[in-house]
């Protein structure tokens, strides 16, 4: 079968043909039907082998759904032919935070070398994968796959972020999305669709500030060293109860807290690599910094519910196998306005 693979440390991902995998006892086969390309992928991709904790080649894609193809031996719950997501951050089934479904934190999957698909695991770029338990399959219940796909991260992550902060949102209250791109646009409606806050949506493309306000921000403002006053200067000098930084760049961090305002949440999300300092005086009084991972297998279950009911939808771009290398270098170059998502059957 085709396969998408990062195979050496600095070389682009490669569309290579590997043998098809089999279920083994507890597994299920999944027939793939859409992947998600991620930043994500990137980073791995830019880490010192090193650095990795797992070896190469890997198949890539972390975002999947696809059909049911054959269930391992005692597998119950799951029929042929049926169509279903794939919940990514896989944990050990056993600790406590698995026990609540936040496999996300599961305390003792790096000790056992459990990795998520496409981040350490086989993942869902190829014809065909291997998921290792049937609790980490959610059912699409007539969600188009193409559609559903990157709401298994793009979806979730940001989902996850904006319900911890909920009870900040209330009307008149203020949220900043920093980094309207793939999950910054779906934070944008999550945020509409949840709360009543005023949203201001920034990146520095003349694109995405477009669907950004296509999306439902309130405003959008650009992404450069001016951002954080124009933000206190639309709240009237308060700032922003959320803030929501989808890059994570150092300029970025900086930027979030100096426009958060007393008591507020500020969540990077995005893993440029920046940081932002906690201590009295470096933000304003109360504020809370935090940088969470992913979401639980309850919350995805929320997210493609959303999107059954319209709430929330994800602009995308589709490629075939073949045509992944390519979906990475204008992932790489800013190119992709949403989602960039890989058929690879079509």
């Known amino acids: 079968m085709k396969a998408v693979q990062y195979r050496e440390p600095g070389v682009a991902p490669q569309v290579v043909t590997v043998p098809e995998p089999e279920a083994g006892p507890g597994q299920v086969l999944l027939a793939v039907t859409a992947a998600g390309v ?7 991709m830019g880490m010192p082998v090193e650095q990795l904790g797992f070896p190469l080649p890997l198949t890539l894609g972390h975002e999947g759904v696809g059909t049911v193809a054959a269930l391992g ?15 990514g951050p896989w944990g050990c089934g056993r600790c406590a935070a698995c026990a609540e479904g936040r496999e996300n934190y599961c305390r003792r999957a790096a000790d056992l070398g459990i990795f998520p698909p496409g981040l350490g695991a086989p993942g869902a770029m190829a014809e ?36 911890r902060s909920l009870p900040k949102l209330v009307p008149g209250s203020t949220a900043v999305v920093i980094g309207a791109g793939g999950l910054g646009h779906v934070a944008i409606q999550l945020l509409r669709a949840m709360t009543a806050a005023q949203v201001i949506a ?44 989808f890059v994570g760049a150092p300029p970025t961090a900086a930027a979030a807290g100096a426009m958060a305002a007393a008591e507020a949440d ?31 297998r309850a919350e995805l279950a929320e997210v493609l519910a959303l999107a059954r009911a319209g709430a929330v939808t994800v602009h995308t771009e589709t490629y075939g196998i073949d045509e992944a290398p390519l979906a990475y270098e204008r992932l790489h170059q800013g190119k992709i306005n949403g989602r960039a998502v890989i058929l690879p059957r079509g």
């Not at 991620?38 to 791995?44: E, F, L, R, T």
């Not at 991260?153 to 904006?162: N, S």
């Not at 005086?281 to 910094?289: D, K, Q, R, W």
């Open 73 to 87: 031996a005692g597998v119950t719950g799951l029929t042929v032919g049926e169509q279903v997501a794939v919940y």
């Open 128 to 163: 065909y994968m291997v998921v290792d338990d049937p609790r980490h399959l959610v059912p699409l219940d007539g969600l188009d796959p193409v559609a559903a796909v990157p709401l298994t991260d793009a979806g979730l992550t940001p989902y996850h972020a904006v319900k």
């Open 38 to 44: 991620c930043h994500s992928d990137i980073a791995v």
């Open 202 to 245: 920034l990146d520095v493309a003349d694109a995405k500030l477009a669907l950004a306000r296509e999306v439902g921000a309130h405003e959008t403002v650009r992404s450069d060293a001016h951002a954080a006053a124009a933000v206190r200067e639309r709240t009237g000098g308060l700032g922003a109860q959320v803030v929501l930084d």
């Open 266 to 296: 500020v969540t990077v999300v995005g893993l440029g690599g920046g940081a932002l300092p906690v201590g009295f005086g470096t933000t304003a009084y109360e504020v809370s910094v935090c940088a969470p991972y992913w979401g639980s």
